[in-house]
């Protein structure tokens, strides 16, 4: 790995997420040495993966150098890897650039899209957990549309404009709303000569809530939002199946559609090698105590969505979500300093901040501690949080340019198809041979 040899304590941060980011920021210049290794070189900002699926931002707005993050700190180093297994007799994290010894190692790997073991649904089901899932997911929605325009086949185009999402969280209840917005003032206007009136939006949840988490008030405001969007909102109904063309329900209800957006849970990244005594199987996360410590270990940590620190008011570990994952990395990196220095630690307590999704033009639901709201204030204070949160001037430039441009014209230029994406399953919708 070329890692330079130091008398300082090696610290080996695996992610580059929200955690992974928190805790190499509290280890900024001190006696220690901060290796950071990521299989992308960049960090993304999740919350906001919708907006390039649907074309509102490009990748690069809502993605930032890791490198330039830290390229005036002089004891970080980072390595573009994929870390294969944890050898944690001898220190060692083996990874496809070579192995490297650690005196600390913090796992913050984040999460994976969970398909509860379901293989039909992982094979021909979109997934949004990345960059290039998000830019495969706007490319398909353009390629559907202009293949249904060559459609001759009636219910082959109703099935190529026919959208399923699995799921009503936050990023589910987004996505519809995104989708919703297109077809309501872009969509036309690209496809004069196709009837957009035909598309479908549905939203499929397994419970009888959406935004399960937030209040029962913003729950019902944000489904009131979606239906009023046209958005076909599906409650207690559960995903059995999906071949690629058809969907099935444990109900009745079954949905012919050439794209289904899974977005229905998600489970821990977890690193071969550790003790099976430390997962927790469900949601696969790796269980830690209340200062991040993996169980049986002395110098492995976890943090973020692949750990589970059991509290009263978590049992399952803290909601995986961006607020839990920078306030554990930034705990985390103050008691790393302290332990070198000799001082005291601190266990970790959650701040909850709150939570919030939007679900369109001045639409959106805030809940804080002691306030919850929804409408166009909430819009704002949505805009105004994620403006605040991203990385980097331009990006916050970039994409306060993009929101008011899109907000003034109803428009969004980034629908472009510059990555094709092919489905296992595009022959189903292939258009016919006509003379």
């Given at each position: ?6 008398s300082?304590?090696r610290?080996?941060i695996?992610g ?6 928190a ?10 040495q ?5 299989k ?14 649907t ?5 690069d707005?809502?993605a930032?150098?890791l490198?330039?993050?830290?390229n005036d ?13 944890v050898?944690a007799?001898?220190?060692i994290?083996e990874?496809?650039i070579?192995?490297l010894e ?10 994976t899209?969970?398909f ?7 094979k ?7 960059v290039p ?7 398909l929605?353009?390629e ?14 109703r099935a190529?404009?026919?959208f399923?999402i ?7 209840v987004?996505?519809a709303?995104?989708?919703a917005e297109?077809?309501?003032?872009i969509?036309?206007?690209d496809?004069?000569?196709?009837d ?6 549905n ?5 009888n809530e959406?935004?399960?988490g937030?209040s ?9 939002f979606?239906?009023?969007l046209g958005?076909?909102v ?7 199946d999906y ?13 012919d ?20 005594e430390c ?5 696969n ?5 209340r200062?991040?410590?993996l169980e049986?270990y002395?110098?492995i940590?976890?943090i ?7 509290t009263?008011k978590?049992?399952?570990g ?5 607020q839990p994952a ?9 008691n ?17 901040k709150g939570?919030?999704a ?9 809940d ?14 949505w805009?105004?949080?994620?403006l ?6 331009r990006?916050?430039?970039?994409v306060f340019?993009n929101?008011?441009?899109n907000?003034?014209r ?6 472009l ?5 092919k489905?296992?399953n595009?022959?189903s919708?292939q258009?016919?041979?006509?003379s």
């Amino acid at each position: 790995m070329n890692i330079p040899q130091t008398s300082f304590p090696r610290i080996v941060i695996v992610g580059g997420g929200f955690a992974g980011l928190a805790v190499a920021r509290g280890l900024e210049n001190q006696e220690l040495q901060v290796v950071l290794i990521d299989k992308h070189n960049y960090h993304t900002f999740q919350p906001l993966l919708y907006q390039v699926a649907t074309g509102g931002l490009e990748p690069d707005s809502i993605a930032f150098p890791l490198r330039k993050r830290f390229n005036d700190v002089d004891n970080f180093f980072f390595r573009l890897a994929e870390v294969t297994n944890v050898n944690a007799e001898e220190n060692i994290l083996e990874t496809s650039i070579g192995n490297l010894e650690y005196d600390e190692l913090i796992i913050a790997t984040g999460s994976t899209t969970n398909f509860f073991g379901n293989t039909n649904i992982e094979k021909y089901a979109m997934e949004m957990k990345s960059v290039p899932q998000a830019l495969n997911i706007r490319s398909l929605v353009l390629e559907n549309f202009e293949e249904a325009l060559l459609q001759s086949d009636l219910e082959k185009r109703r099935a190529l404009m026919n959208f399923v999402i699995v799921g009503g969280g936050p990023t589910g209840v987004e996505l519809a709303g995104a989708l919703a917005e297109m077809k309501k003032g872009i969509l036309p206007k690209d496809y004069p000569d196709l009837d957009i009136r035909q598309m479908k939006i549905n939203l499929i949840q397994s419970s009888n809530e959406l935004l399960n988490g937030m209040s029962k008030g913003a729950s019902t405001k944000a489904e009131d939002f979606l239906i009023k969007l046209g958005v076909d909102v599906w409650k207690d109904l559960r995903v059995l199946d999906y071949d690629g063309t058809t969907v099935t329900t444990n109900g009745n209800d079954h949905f012919d559609a050439a794209t289904v957006i899974w977005a229905a849970g998600v489970k821990g990244k977890v690193i071969d090698g550790l003790s099976s005594e430390c997962l927790i199987e469900r949601p696969n996360r790796l269980k830690v105590d209340r200062f991040s410590k993996l169980e049986g270990y002395d110098n492995i940590y976890a943090i973020g969505d692949v750990a589970c620190m059991e509290t009263e008011k978590f049992k399952f570990g803290h909601p995986m979500m961006a607020q839990p994952a920078i306030q554990q990395g930034t705990v985390l990196g103050k008691n790393l300093v302290a332990k070198y220095l000799g001082k005291k630690q601190k266990p970790f307590k959650y701040n909850d901040k709150g939570s919030m999704a939007t679900i369109g033009r001045n639409k959106a639901v805030v809940d804080l501690p002691k306030w919850k709201f929804q409408g166009v204030f909430a819009w704002f204070v949505w805009m105004f949080v994620h403006l605040f949160s991203l990385i980097g001037f331009r990006n916050k430039v970039i994409v306060f340019m993009n929101w008011v441009y899109n907000y003034i014209r109803f428009d969004r230029e980034t629908r472009l198809i510059i990555r094709p994406f092919k489905k296992k399953n595009q022959y189903s919708f292939q258009t016919e041979n006509k003379s």
